[in-house]
C-alpha cells in the first residue's frame, strides 16, 4: 500500500459519540414498545387472540433487534474510541523518533 495516510481523529471521536448515541436511542425505541402486546390482550381479550399473539411476536423481535442493534452500536463507539486513541499515540511517538533524528541547524 502506498500513499498518505491521514486520520481526523477529532472526526473518529465524533463518530464514537454518534454511535453512542444511536446505542442510547436503541434502548429509548425498545422500551416505546415494550407491554403493547400485553396491553392489547388485556384490551381486546380472547376475540382478538391471533392478532394478540402476533403483536406479541412482533414485540419480542423488536427487543431482541434493538437489543442486538444496541450492542453493536456501543461496541463500534469503544472500538472507535479506542482507535482514535491509538492513531494519537502512534503519531505522538512518530513525532517523537522523528525529533531524535532531526538536527537542529
Known sequence: MSGFLKVNTSHVL???????????????AAAAAQGVGT????????VCMTSNTA???AEQARAA?????????????TKL?????????ADAQGAGKLDKEMHPR
Not at 450492542?71 to 463507539?77: D, G, R
Open 14 to 28: 465524533e463518530l464514537a459519540e454518534l454511535q453512542e448515541k444511536a446505542a442510547q436511542q436503541l434502548l429509548a
Open 39 to 46: 396491553s392489547m390482550m388485556a384490551n381486546h381479550g380472547m
Open 55 to 57: 403483536v406479541l411476536i
Open 65 to 77: 433487534a434493538c437489543a442486538k442493534l444496541n450492542s453493536v452500536s456501543a461496541s463500534l463507539s
Open 81 to 89: 474510541g479506542s482507535a482514535a486513541s491509538q492513531y494519537d499515540r
